[in-house]
């Protein structure tokens, strides 16, 4: 807040992830768009690093927020060290990669903090959601489903419950158990 003390009265948004195509910047930018002709007092925080062979896509998020009028309401803020602060300073993190991936590490990070997560309802981002958060889901790319849940959520705070079944030891166990099933092993060594 002290380097962006705009952020101080708004309903805080956060986007997480380096700056690629993957991680659904378009989508929201869109989000924010909606939510400002709503009347909603947001700010939308990108949060990542530029991709020095992908800086003509950076340039045109740039260029798509001005166009949009959202400079006032879109910051961002490049690559951070300090993203446990980043997340306890949100309101709600999302989650909109466009493509499934494996494991959707800054949705747990969040809840693991008690901050809201919305993210599209596919691979790892699903699955985390689909354990620690349902109510956080959305189709992929259903940007209709995607506003009406940023917005209730915003208007009601929901309770993000205690608890990370993700943990090292579990995975460990569980990929030693496929292991034994799959070798018809009775046990560990």
Known sequence: FQR??????????????RLTRLKGHEDFIELIARLVERGLPVQGLIVGAEDPRRLKYAEGLHRIVRERGLEAHITFTGERN??????ASSNLVLSLSQQPESFGRTVLEA????????GYDQGGVGEILAEMFPEGRVPAGNLDELTARVEGFLSKTPHVPNGNPFTLQRMLDSTLELYAALTGARGMP
């Open 4 to 17: 962006y003390p705009h952020l101080l009265d708004s309903f805080v948004l956060t986007l997480p992830g």
């Open 82 to 87: 300090d993203m446990r602060e980043v997340y």
């Open 111 to 118: 809840l693991a903090l008690g901050v809201p997560v919305v």
